[in-house]
């Protein structure tokens, strides 16, 4: 059973266009973090979004953590070939340093 | 060093073979994590030390999966007879106890013939 269900899991879009990766489950999450990874490489913490209803900003993505803390987005505007990679949402069950279930991922490819 | 360190990058082993996966995490990072990542999917937990604490071993697969932990620093990956079924890239982190960001290493990508 998969806790954290992505989508989409492939996404292919034009420079310069917005778009929006969401991450669901029917968990509730004490943390959820969105992670991007680069081919040949482990993933890199972009965010960690804790209280429902959070909103955080990080330049050009915007990171949302839903009321019920169930689910999460991102959505990144104006996008950049830089942006292509492997988009990763994980949620903790529980407060503190715990282990934490992966998302299915979503794989990004910006076209220049 | 600066990051959390894996070793080896590739491995390619023959089915049945026992192999051995290192993990070096950040110093004083006392909680350390072993995950699993099979080709373009997310990350599959496996198993969690933190300090001096039985580790959580809740996400092993198998009893052919092991993991250690020497000194609260450096940590062993060990696959006993492997099977096909193991390729993977096996990604160990490390974290601040108080901290909820983990820090990963590259990878080791195994491949069982």
């Known amino acids: 059973t998969q806790l954290l269900e992505q989508s989409p899991q492939f996404l292919s879009i034009q420079e310069g266009e917005n778009l929006t990766v969401y991450c669901n489950s029917s968990?509730?999450?004490?943390?959820l973090q969105w992670y991007r990874q680069e081919p040949g490489e482990g993933p890199v913490l972009l965010v960690t979004?804790?209280?429902?209803?959070e909103v955080k900003k990080l330049k050009r993505l915007t990171f949302q953590f839903g009321d019920a803390r169930k689910d999460s987005s991102l959505h990144i505007t104006a996008a950049q070939p830089g942006d292509t990679g492997l988009y990763l949402c994980?949620?903790?069950?529980?407060?503190?340093?715990?282990?934490?279930?992966f998302g299915t991922g979503t794989r990004l490819t910006i076209i220049p | 060093g600066a990051g959390v360190s894996q070793s080896p990058s590739n491995k390619v082993t023959e089915k049945g073979k026992d192999v051995e996966l290192r993990c070096d995490p950040i110093?004083?990072?006392?909680?350390l994590y072993w995950y699993r990542q099979s080709l373009g999917q997310g990350l599959e937990f496996l198993i969690y030390?933190?300090?001096?604490?039985?580790?959580?071993k809740s996400g092993l697969p198998s009893d052919r999966f092991s993991a250690e932990r020497t000194g609260g620093s450096v940590s062993t990956l060990t696959i006993q007879r492997t099977q096909q079924e193991d390729s993977a890239v096996y990604l160990c982190?490390?974290?601040?106890?108080?901290?909820?960001?983990?820090?990963f290493g590259p990878g080791t990508r195994l491949t069982v013939l």
């Open positions: 982190a490390s974290s601040l106890p108080t901290s909820g960001t983990q820090y």
């Open positions: 968990s509730v999450f004490s943390s």
């Open positions: 979004v804790v209280t429902g209803g």
């Open positions: 994980a949620g903790a069950l529980n407060f503190g340093n715990e282990k934490l279930t």
């Open positions: 110093s004083g990072h006392t909680a």
């Open positions: 030390f933190q300090g001096n604490s039985a580790p959580d």
